[in-house]
């Protein structure tokens, strides 16, 4: 029997080589992680900005047919354009959400639309994908109208740190309070505080939550250089953390209050959920576990900025129809300006 040589046997990998392998996929996985992170944020910011994008369209659609753009709230006038209801729900009507929109006006009024179990109601583009925060509460959106430098009087006892951008003296209600001499920044009067009026003069942006009408011609500014819609986070704006038996449906502050007197992304602190009962400053230690007051949800003065989950920015539309990624750290005359739809100042969205 020929016999031949036989080759030696591989033994098994031993606990070194393992461990080096095992260290080599970690190495591969640690560097693929951000990149694969960082996409799928790319990702969710595409679909944000696709969002403000078919409110804006809406909103422009609502002017081609009434001669003006949507009010920020409609306090007075006839149901499904009164009744209380917000622009976000009247566009719902203008864009491809027609269905929610006829249901809740089939039923005649917010309030029934509650009561029938209609309400509350959500559609995909109300949310941004970025933001998980309570996302089977219905009555939340991350998108608000621009009402520009607006005036924000603080509830008492609380600071109202970014006041001197509307150009205006710290007061108290809704009142327009006196003007800075100098002013803060040029080409501005001071504006009604919180955007409750019916007059436009008295507002800045493109929206008030007392329903002013603003139309296209107001926009002297430009309309690619002025703020429309943006971004908030319903977790730390208080009106949507203390929502209305609307939500988003409802006028008033809960979607027409975006700021820009406040930094992009300033930061609120973080409550319990469920929140503690709605305190006009009333920041203690479960809601202002900072201390500062300026960073408390229950300070109205510091809430009603743009925000998102986005890094280092927030989306926005302009009155144009376009979208822009604006940073945190944008110059803040410069986004007063953005904000201000006739101020004689015209400047580009970086």
């Known amino acids: 029997m020929s016999s031949f040589p036989r080759r030696p046997l591989r033994g098994a990998f031993t606990l070194v080589e393992l461990l080096v392998v095992i260290a080599i996929i970690g190495v591969l996985v640690a560097l693929l992680l951000p990149a694969v992170q960082s996409a799928r944020e790319a990702a969710r910011r595409s679909q944000c900005l696709n969002h403000l994008k078919q409110f804006a369209l809406g909103c422009h659609n609502f002017e ?30 203008y864009i491809e959400q027609g269905s929610l929109y006829e249901q809740v006006v089939s039923t005649g009024s917010l309030n029934n639309a509650v009561t029938r179990g209609v309400l509350p109601a959500t559609v995909k583009i ?19 109208g ?18 001197l951008h509307c150009n205006g003296q710290i007061g108290s209600g809704t009142t327009i309070p006196p003007a800075l001499d100098p002013a ?18 008295d507002t800045r942006g493109m929206f008030a939550r007392g329903g002013a009408l603003i139309r296209l011609a107001d926009v002297t500014d430009g309309t690619s250089n002025t703020l429309f819609l943006g971004e908030t986070l319903p977790e730390v704006f208080e009106p949507m953390r203390y929502a209305s038996t609307f939500g988003w449906p409802g006028g008033s502050n809960h979607i027409a209050q975006g700021q820009t007197i406040q930094p992009i992304n300033w930061k609120i ?9 709605f305190v006009s400053c ?37 009155v144009d129809g376009s979208v822009r990624f604006i940073s945190e750290n944008i ?3 410069t986004y007063q300006h953005l904000g201000c739809r006739d101020d004689g100042i015209a400047v580009s969205a970086p």
């Open 282 to 318: 009333g920041c203690d230690p479960n809601t202002n576990p900072s201390g500062d007051k300026a960073r408390c949800i229950m300070n109205w003065a510091v809430t009603w900025g743009f925000k998102s989950n986005h890094p280092s920015g927030t989306n926005f539309t302009m």
């Open 269 to 277: 602190d973080r409550m319990v959920n469920p929140p503690p009962a």
């Open 64 to 93: 081609n047919t009434r001669g003006h753009m949507p009010k920020g709230s409609y306090v007075t006038g006839t149901f499904p354009e009164g009744g209380g209801v917000s622009w976000m729900f009247v566009v719902l009507g």
């Open 146 to 163: 621009s009402t520009g430098p607006t005036c924000n009087n603080p509830p008492a006892g609380c600071p109202a740190p970014f006041q």
């Open 184 to 201: 803060t920044h040029p080409g501005y009067e001071p504006s009604m505080s919180y955007g409750s009026t019916t007059v436009t003069k």
């Open 331 to 333: 110059e803040h005359r």
């Open 126 to 144: 109300i949310r941004c994908p970025s933001d998980v925060f309570e996302k089977s509460n219905y009555k939340h959106s991350n998108y608000v």
